[in-house]
């Protein structure tokens, strides 16, 4: 049987696939020009892409590849001379006034992948409708040109560092180190987000995981507790170490738009404990305003902190464009999702770990808290409190999938885990809300056979018996 590689299909973020089987050369080269001809249709006075990497398998020739198909067709190039952030890329197309910016990435997925990142001239991603016109021209013909593009190499670093700086107050944080009053740790997983807080701050930040590794220790590049024992090792050791320092241990994903954290004492936090520090931050300390917008999959926190320093607020399907697409119409304050994205309108409609990161210090070191410390004194002014986890199941095939969408749609829940379900939004997956405050989302993924499930509750107990009755409910036959 001859071998025949998967679809170009656009997920939550752009297209992804195997290196060799599913993302090629001749694929990548015919995509990007039909990306850059949508990206033209808004804006027909620029003619120039941006083209930017990461630092996975090959992904610096695939760059190339993509920059070379761009300038046959016609298109102006500045080609990063550097794997960078991809929000990096991002500012750049806003800053160039650019049509947008083709990203060679895959984000946090396993090694074997890479994929294309389409970003609009707005500094941010694109929509489905643009998505879904790129792949309703995958069938034509190659665009045409007469004449051949520009190329021109450009460093990525200096323009968005600029940015960044200008959002904090770098100088505090810088003098902070200095003095020994906060001891940083940054996990940046062998990915792009090497030598940024450095470049940020202006001295030395070590890193770990900092070599460039296509394979990732064998692991993902994915901020989660299972992926960073290293991170958690070291903090501990600078808490035995340094007892009196603020400590703060940051960990990026693969191409540096997710972040997640560990406190002093060596605690796994992810966005959702971060986004309420986020919230207090920019609003009591930084004097922002706007509205805080949060996908499904958030934490029932988050209401609660809007609505104690009195921001509104507004709910999205899973997947930062949707973010990004509020972003473009509303003043947003913080944009997150429980994944590691968050964003600010401030800056550019795109989730930035490392401007993530410079709030969070920021935060930590103006109020002289640890990061628990301040989601503690969150939870008590709103007397809340909570557990969050959430496991991906990998399903056998895309019919398992397909069979299992239908039974939800088909034969609704109305019982999960010997708790009645007393409501289901479904904007995006089902989210079952439960007579004990608990909820549980179960969501399909776009692309593959892969089923998420999502759970908080008043202890961990219970959102792991919500996870564990959603696993054996999807493993009936």
């Known amino acids: 049987m001859p071998f025949q590689a998967n679809p170009i299909k656009f997920g939550t973020d752009g297209w992804r696939g195997v290196i060799a089987a599913d993302f090629t050369f001749e694929r990548v080269a015919k995509l990007a020009p039909l990306c850059a001809q949508v990206l033209r249709e808004s804006n027909p006075n620029s003619n120039l892409i941006i083209v930017g990497y990461d630092r996975r398998f090959m992904a610096e020739d695939f760059a190339s590849i993509t920059a070379e198909a761009l300038q046959q067709s016609g298109f102006d190039v500045l080609l990063s001379e550097s794997f960078a952030p991809t929000p990096a890329f991002s500012w750049a197309a806003k800053a160039e006034n650019a049509l947008g910016a083709l990203v060679l990435t895959a984000s946090h997925n396993p090694a074997k992948y890479l994929g294309l990142k ?66 940083i740790l940054v996990d940046v997983m062998h990915g792009a987000a090497s030598t940024g807080l450095s470049r940020l701050l202006g001295c030395d930040i070590p890193e770990i995981n900092a070599q460039r590794d296509p394979l990732f220790g064998g692991g993902a590049p994915e901020p989660l507790a299972r992926y ?198 479904a904007i995006d997956g089902y989210k079952y809300r439960l007579e004990d405050d608990s909820w549980l989302l179960i969501r399909f993924s776009g692309t593959e056979p892969l089923l998420r499930l999502y759970s908080e509750a008043p202890n961990l107990k219970i959102v792991q018996e919500n996870l564990a009755w959603a696993k054996s409910w999807a493993n009936q036959e």
């Open 118 to 183: 389409v970003k609009g001239g707005f500094g941010g991603s694109v929509s489905e409708d643009v998505t879904a016109k790129i792949e309703s021209l995958l069938d034509s013909d190659t665009l045409k040109s007469d004449h051949k593009g520009t190329l021109t190499l450009f460093d990525p670093w200096e323009s968005y560092c600029q940015q960044l700086r200008s959002q904090v107050n770098i100088d505090l944080i810088k003098n902070a180190i200095i003095s020994g009053k906060l001891k």
């Open 228 to 425: 960073i024992p290293e991170l958690f090792r070291q903090v501990k050791e600078t808490a035995k170490s340094y007892p009196d320092s603020l400590r703060v241990g940051l960990v990026f994903d693969g191409d540096c738009d997710r972040i997640a954290s560990v406190d002093g004492n060596g605690n796994y936090c992810s966005t959702q404990i971060l986004i309420p520090i986020l919230i207090e931050h920019l609003v009591t300390r930084r004097k922002l305003q706007g509205e805080i917008v949060k996908t499904v999959s958030g934490s029932d926190l988050i209401p609660k902190i809007a609505n104690l320093f009195k921001v509104p607020l507004y709910e999205t399907a899973i997947g930062y464009k949707y973010i990004a697409e509020r972003m473009l119409t509303s003043q947003v304050l913080v944009g997150g999702e429980e994944s590691g994205g968050v964003g600010y309108s401030n800056h550019i409609p795109e989730r930035d770990a490392l401007l993530s990161a410079l709030y969070v210090l920021e935060a930590v070191v103006e109020s002289g808290k640890d990061i628990t410390e301040l989601y503690d004194n969150l939870r008590q002014q709103v007397n809340f409190d909570s557990a969050y986890d959430r496991i991906d199941l990998t399903l056998a095939n895309i019919e398992q999938k397909n069979q299992l969408q239908q039974r939800l749609e088909t034969t609704p829940l109305t019982e999960i885990a010997g708790k009645k379900v007393t409501n289901c939004l």
